[in-house]
């Protein structure tokens, strides 16, 4: 019996922003081919989610901002959103007022045009680098002044920008004083920088594979495949974890099977090893 695949895209699916493998694209089509079904599951945007996925040749649910917005496709249909209060922002902000980071927040999808960039604590060094990172994403910002001049009353979450030396203490003390969910994860476009994502609790990679698996009656086996802290929740819950070989430690000892780097288009042999395990 077969059952779902639950796959995270930067540095598993892909090593490439904007490009997948004609290999991998046509391998993961075979699997939904044979029965599997497939979630993408991955802390990017919906927008950029899109823009990679969208044209894939098969069905499959997509849940984005870490599984705070999860839809089906090819139509497009809603299936679930998870916001946060604006009234989080305000603390959670002053207790990064004495560290080098920079601050997006992202309304709810379909609803607010652009991110609001906070940028008071920001360091040059990691300014220019969001500057680069949303012209060459083309991404749209606007700059807030104060957490407090916020419009809409939610939000589906809020980037800390950082370096990696600070991120995973800070993630702690983050989901310590707002209960939120707040990992870390690289920052596919440039490495040399962490983003924890704060969302809404009960919105994480691991109830986004819960939930899904709910919804297609609990059926087969759980195959969960990702290469960072993000992914923890999600490898957590399945039957069978597939790790990339270029996660970190803590990342790498949850693995059942150990996959090549994104790449070398590990994620095809990480698959095959756990579908024949199984099965």
């Not at 895209?9 to 079904?37: F, M, P, Q």
């Not at 209060?85 to 007022?97: A, N, R």
């Not at 709810?108 to 960039?117: D, G, Q, T």
């Not at 310590?176 to 924890?196: E, K």
Request: glycine fraction near 6%; proline fraction near 4%; charge should be negative.
């Amino acid at each position: 019996m077969h059952g779902l695949l639950a796959i995270d895209i930067d540095g598993t699916l892909t090593a490439e922003r904007e490009k997948l493998s004609c290999e991998v694209v046509d391998y993961v089509a075979s699997l939904v081919k044979e029965g599997w079904k497939c979630l993408f599951v991955t802390g990017r945007t919906v927008e950029w989610s899109l823009h990679l996925l969208e044209k894939l040749p098969f069905s499959y649910t997509l849940a984005a901002f870490n599984g705070a917005y999860t839809m089906q496709m090819p139509q497009k249909a809603v299936i679930d959103v998870c916001l946060c209060p604006c009234s989080l922002l305000e603390p959670v902000g002053e207790l990064l007022k004495q560290a080098d980071t920079a601050l997006v927040i992202y309304g709810e999808p379909n609803r607010e045009a652009h991110s609001l960039y906070f940028k008071k604590r920001a360091s040059r060094q990691l300014d220019s680098h969001l500057k680069r990172r949303f012209e060459v994403l083309r991404e749209e910002w606007v700059d807030l002044e104060e957490l407090s001049q916020i419009a809409f009353s939610q939000f589906i979450a809020l980037r800390a920008f950082c370096h990696p030396e600070v991120a995973r203490a800070l993630s702690a003390e983050i989901e310590a004083l707002a209960s939120v969910h707040a990992p870390v994860m690289t920052d596919s476009y440039d490495s040399r920088f962490s983003i924890i994502q704060v969302t809404n609790a009960e919105a994480s990679k691991g109830h986004a594979l819960a939930a899904t698996f709910q919804r297609l009656g609990k059926r087969g086996k759980v195959i969960a495949c990702g290469d960072d802290y993000n992914d923890i929740p999600m490898l957590q819950r399945a039957d069978c974890r597939v790790v990339m070989a270029t996660a970190p430690a803590e990342v790498l000892s949850l693995a059942d099977i150990i996959a090549p780097p994104a790449g070398e288009l590990g994620i095809i042999e990480g698959l095959r090893q756990a579908i024949d395990k199984t099965t």
